[in-house]
């Protein structure tokens, strides 16, 4: 069966520092990759979407990157973190067949200071 | 532009009865929907679908009624447990040229769910 990790559960980081967080899906291959923020009292927004190993596609325009280096594997960073970064990060994958419906990781709660 | 609105941002129902949760969309677009139920601190857990070809699909306690006209969505539990009290976010999905989406989903800011015993 298909699994999806995200790491770490809760980040805790200082304006002006660099971010990474990283996803990987196991159990199939040439996902479709997404990763989504919720901010407070708001829904899930999409930030980045990924159909293969190095194609990057962004939603909105933000301080944050995505990279797709291995197949299976999704890389959400910042070279310097804002405060408007704070958030729940969540990573998910969707069958390149089907595209729906998405399963999502457990997130990343990333608090800025 | 919010294109996939949940206007309660809370529901209280009682346990055996039914909870009804609504969405409503403005994109015509939108061609696929789903219901996810998330609990604090993990991620959203998918529950049920529905293509814009139907009306009405169900499983289990669970139903979603799709009414293309007004668009509008709903989701019924039924009957209600407490287990179920979470938050319930709608998404909506349209394909884009080429009849292609990559799966891209809009969500609404969810509502929130308590069942009581």
């Known amino acids: 069966s298909q699994t999806i990790h995200q790491w770490p559960a809760t980040l805790v980081q200082p304006v002006g520092s660099p971010l990474s967080l990283e996803c990987t899906v196991e159990?199939?291959?040439?996902?479709?990759l997404y990763w989504y923020r919720q901010a407070a009292g708001r829904g899930l927004q999409l930030l980045f979407y990924?159909?293969?190993?190095?194609?990057i596609s962004s939603e909105v325009p933000q301080n944050l990157s995505a990279s797709r280096p291995q197949d299976r594997q999704f890389i959400l960073s910042s070279k310097k973190l804002l405060l408007s970064d704070s958030g729940f990060y969540l990573c998910a994958w969707s069958d390149p067949n089907n595209n729906q419906p998405q399963h999502f990781g457990d997130g990343t709660r990333l608090s800025i200071l | 532009d919010q294109q996939v609105k949940q206007n309660s941002p809370s529901l209280s129902v009682q346990e055996g009865r039914i909870s009804i949760l609504n969405c409503d969309y403005t994109?015509?677009?939108?061609?696929?929907f789903l219901w996810y139920k998330k609990y604090p601190a993990e991620g959203p857990t998918f529950l049920i679908s529905?293509?814009?070809?139907?009306d009405k699909n169900e499983d289990g306690r669970f139903t979603v009624f799709l009414n293309k006209s007004a668009k509008h969505l709903s989701l019924h539990i039924v009957p209600s447990q407490p287990g179920d009290s979470a938050v319930y976010f709608c998404a909506a999905s349209a394909r884009g040229a080429g009849g292609t989406s990559y799966g891209k989903l809009t969500f609404g800011q969810g509502t929130i769910l308590t069942v009581h015993p």
């Open positions: 529905i293509s814009s070809i139907k």
């Open positions: 990924s159909v293969g190993i190095g194609q």
């Open positions: 159990g199939t291959s040439n996902p479709n």
């Open positions: 994109n015509s677009m939108f061609d696929y």
